[in-house]
């Protein structure tokens, strides 16, 4: 099994940044991609970005040039690196990682919020 925990979330301006970080614990090696969903009240859940296991990376038109996400295999973490957030940026973040046997985004963190004040 894995265990996702995500940090790093809170209270922020329009035009700043915030880091979130996950901390997978359990079988890695089942891990293929690692990635970030976000659910804002009243929307539906919306992949943010993802991360291969050959660290190519995709992002959702939205935050395209704004955040970043990457990983460290060795320490079995994935971080998403947020700048220039927006108020539209606001929802509860979530850690999700693909199972490699399945193919699905099968683990999931608990979330962590994310608020950008206008």
């Known amino acids: 099994q894995v265990q996702l925990v995500e940090s790093g979330g809170g209270l922020v301006q329009t035009g700043g940044s915030l880091r979130l970080s996950c901390a997978a614990t359990?079988?890695?090696?089942?891990?293929?991609?690692m990635g970030w969903y976000r659910q804002a009240p009243g929307s539906q859940r919306e992949l943010v970005a993802f991360i291969n296991s050959a660290s190519d990376t995709n992002y959702a038109d939205s935050v395209k040039g704004r955040f970043t996400i990457s990983r460290d295999n060795a320490k079995n973490t994935a971080t998403l690196q947020m700048n220039s957030l927006k108020p539209e940026d606001t929802a509860v973040y979530y850690c999700?990682?693909?199972?490699?046997?399945?193919?699905?985004?099968?683990?999931w963190g608990q979330g962590t919020q994310v608020t950008v004040s206008s």
């Open positions: 999700a990682a693909v199972n490699r046997e399945s193919g699905g985004w099968d683990y």
């Open positions: 359990g079988s890695f090696v089942n891990i293929n991609a």
